[in-house]
């Protein structure tokens, strides 16, 4: 008993690890093909990116290492800590950060670049669960539409919301990272899980699909008389009286709201975001040798493939660098085109496995806790996987988010090894806890 | 604690939504990478560069082997934009000789569409020998330019431009249409060169290179194991004489008119002349040859592009009583002693069509040696209306079918492109222009003669001439003797075709008198020669474009003809005056080497015919 103790790896979820440590391998592997050089063809070369990777996944290993040793009790109690600490760090970055690509999002260490909103993810997580661990979100069904009554239920909602819209705004609009910032909408699963009205979600859908529509219909007057049309026609099925009238016509202004403000919203972003939008949506003419030439060359790579692949090292289109960002965001092309579908497939089953298993974990937790910041970390993951990957393959816009353990870049791997690994640690922890 | 569970419920739900995203990307992993194969075209595309090498391309040769055309190398300097980088501009400028001006005009054009700043273009074309030595050495100082070498066409001897035609850059259309042809290509436009296109060009090599985004190569694709090298086009041997092109050419030099002779027992093309002619060194090359060919396109007085010997229509004139006596002799009508009056005209329509003093109604012998305008008028009615067809329409077009098995109205299937087929007019066509029931055998008349709207190319009437010479085939007309060493020849050209005539005592008494064209009293004699037995037939057409056309067309020798040949001289006059002259000497220039009338040759060199302050219309087109 007392050897299994000291143990580090006592009650760490194998399979998780094992999954790990083979998509981390696969990574490399995947970033070697990317910037595969003739003149560095050693893969422990440190002056190339794969030498560098592997820098990083010792450095990562170090850290998951160390995230087991320590307490588990310490990141309950540090939750709030974490959070403030890497808010300020956010903060901080815009003044002391050095600038690329138009964003102020990294502090350099010499030869090394460490990007705070990486790390914001799991403070993110942290603060969220342990903030919903103490209270609740549910909100009686019955209560009395009085504002004393909704501020009682939806208090605690609010306050959330907070805890996740605080990041991301100081992300999207201070440091200019979309990408980044973009993803704390995972944490809406998160939310979703703890008790949140369903009718949020569907509302949010409607009004993304009410957002797509109104971006593809370029009438946008028809779009209202459409909806208009709809809203009274509603009004044939459901009992006709005052509340029902003035909930169609919330709803009609709702809609109508999210159609002029789609416009609104489009017309104040950065040309190169509608530029993606169009891309996607097919709107307009996109010319495949500028705008639509990320998607365009992405799409090649992979549509190459072909069933198995060309083979390790073979591919013509990611290794004479015909695909931007291919050893970070768009390492998947180098999958889709050296391994083909049956490559890609294993890579996308594997992601998947991942967060499947972090979310059979969450449920199997004593605490509230535990099981709150598994879905933080399932819900982060798999934001990334399906915005990283459906951007690859033309299914979703271009939104510079990297691939979970197979990006190169040391923030992401290590945010997501700290992620992870909190989670491994809380889950092997979980039955010296009691309920 | 209900709710507690029922929000358990909810992980369902999640993992459900994340596995259906996941199976809907693999859904279109499945269909971009296994069903839909245009990704791997793009990548094909993306990656590799088409490096062509350009084939020389065929010489030609005359029939006796001399070289009519050639190659000469030529350097196109080509521009790559977007590796232009540290190019030194101001030496390229100066080494090119062209302002800084006309420098970025180019490099934007070489950026524009259909061009790409990422693929090459050409810059420079053709540029001249000193020039492509002055910028090898400094090459490497001009980032982002390469020359590509290609040849260009070179004739040893300023001829036969018609008959070879030219090359020139491959249109829009063509280029888009023949997968083997990019723009700016070379392509074979008129003449052999277009005719023989395929055989002449070879086939171009490729060189397969992987290229990386900014269009740098990296490597070679598979090793090379996808190249091909270039295959040099074939040589192609001509069946014309280049000596009896050349002397002909000379002496038609400040006419209009067209010469064509025909080896009779091949079908091969001997001489074909148009003349005005030009140079076909002006028609080779970029800038030289879009100036020299629009110089030569407003030539409209000359019309020197214009390829009489093909394209141009006359009327044949009288040389076309030998086909009238022939079908009459062949429907047993006439025959060697049949005789018909002639009183400086045809009597029944009151002396029209006219002729000429000849003394006294001849035999079909006179006829032709004399070529009497009434005794045809008679042979031509005796056809139509011959007892046979009770209906004279029958007769009509019994003579027209038979007229078309020689060659007039339609198109011989010569292997030069753009022959026309002349005009042999229909029964429709009279009963449009009299009216139906409007017109007799008599209204007619004058196309026994070869007038009225009977209209003939050059080139048929030399193969009129040469199927007499057979007695009653042809072969084809065609401007080789084969394509390659192996000589290969379409066998459409090895094919007898015979015409409607096969009576041989009928060819026997027609070639009688055209020997008597050339002997005492015959419309030639002054043009006969001393030893060779020549059987012509004078010409003097009447046309609606000012003075007559003067024709002759002749064989020789009697016995086993080598050369049959015919020759019009537009505006000229009487044929013997101005036609025979040059088909005589073209057949003892052929024969014998050489002429024995220096006297006759020296007027026809010198002769200028063509007025340069009136302008005359030429021939039907």
Known sequence: MRGEQNNIFAGADRLTIITYVLLVFLGWLNIYAAVYNEEHQNIFDTTQKYGKQLIWIGGATIIAVCILLIDANFYTTFSYGFYGFFLLANVLVLFLGREIKGSKSWFRFGDIGIQPAEFMKFAASLALAKFLSNSTIIVNPNFRLRLKDVIKNYRNTFYALIFIVLPLIIIKFLQNETGLAIVFIAFVIVLYREGLSVNFLIFGILAAILFVVALIVSQITSLIIALAVICAASFLFIPRNKKSLIMVLLVFGGASGVVFGTNYVYNHLEPHQKVRIDVLLGRGTVNLKKEGYNVNQAKIAIGSGGFFGKGYLQGTQTKYDFVPEQDTDFIFCTVGEEWGFVGSTCVLFLELFLILRIIFLAERQRSDFSRIYGYGVAAILFFHVGVNIGMTIGLMPVIGIPLPFFSYGGSSLWAFTILLFIFVKLDANRLLILR | MSSNVQLAERKFIIGGFFCLIILIYIFRLFYIQVIDDQYVLAARNNALRRMTEYPVRGYIFDRTGKLLVQNEPSYDLMIIPKETKGCDTLALCAVLQMTKEEYLRRYKKACQAPNSPRKESVFEKQMSAPTYAALQEK??????????????????????????????????????????????????????????????????????AITDVHNKIIGRYMNGKYDTLAIPGKPLYCSIDMVLQEYGEKLMKGKKGAVVAIEP????????????????????????????????????????????????????????????????????????????????????????????????????????????????????????????????????????????????????????????????????????????????????????????????????????????????????????????????????????????????????????????????GGTAYTNRLKDIIVCGKTGTAQNPHGKDHAVFLAFAPRDNPKIAIACIVENAGFGNTWSAPVVTLMIEKYLKGKTERPEVEKRMLEANLIDPKIVVKSANR
């Open chain 2, 265 to 520: 027992a091949t079908g091969e093309i001997l001489a074909i002349i148009s003349a005005p002619s030009y140079d076909p060194n002006l028609l080779v090359g970029g800038k030289e040859r879009s100036r020299n060919f629009t110089k030569l396109y407003y030539d409209s007085l000359n019309l020197p592009l214009f390829n009489r010997a093909l394209t141009a229509m006359y009327p044949p004139g009288s040389i076309f009583k030998l086909i009238d006596a022939l079908i009459a002799q062949n429907d047993g009508l006439i025959n060697r002693t049949t005789t018909f009056p002639c009183a400086m005209g045809y009597p029944p329509m009151g002396g029209k069509p006219k002729c000429h003093a000849h003394g006294g109604g001849k035999s079909l012998i006179g006829s032709i040696a004399v070529s009497c305008n009434s005794y045809y008028s008679y042979v031509f009615r005796e056809i139509v209306d011959q007892k046979k067809y009770p209906n004279f329409l029958d007769g009509y077009n019994h003579w027209r079918e038979t007229v078309k098995t020689f060659g007039p109205g339609t198109r011989l299937g010569t292997d030069l492109p753009y022959d026309k087929p002349g005009n042999v007019p229909s029964v429709e066509y009279y009963n449009k222009v009299f009216g139906k029931n409007g017109w007799r055998s008599n209204t007619i008349v004058s196309l026994g003669i070869g007038q009225a709207e009977l209209l003939l190319v050059p080139l048929q009437m030399a193969n009129v001439v040469a199927t007499i010479a057979n007695r009653g085939f042809y072969y084809t007309p065609h401007s080789i003797k084969g394509v390659g060493n192996e000589r290969a020849l379409d066998k459409r050209f090895k094919e007898k075709h015979y015409v409607g005539v096969q009576n041989q005592e009928a060819y026997t008494n027609v070639i009688d008198g055209m020997q008597g064209a050339l002997e005492p």
């Open chain 2, 139 to 208: 090459l490497y100082r001009f980032n982002g330019f390469f020359v590509q070498k290609r040849t260009v066409r070179k004739y040893p001897r300023p001829i036969a431009g018609h008959l070879l035609g030219y090359v020139g850059e491959v249109t829009k259309e063509k280029a888009e249409k023949d997968q083997y042809y990019r723009e700016g290509d070379y392509i074979g436009v008129t003449g052999v060169e277009k005719s023989y296109e395929v055989e002449l060009r070879g086939k171009k090599g490729v060189q397969l």
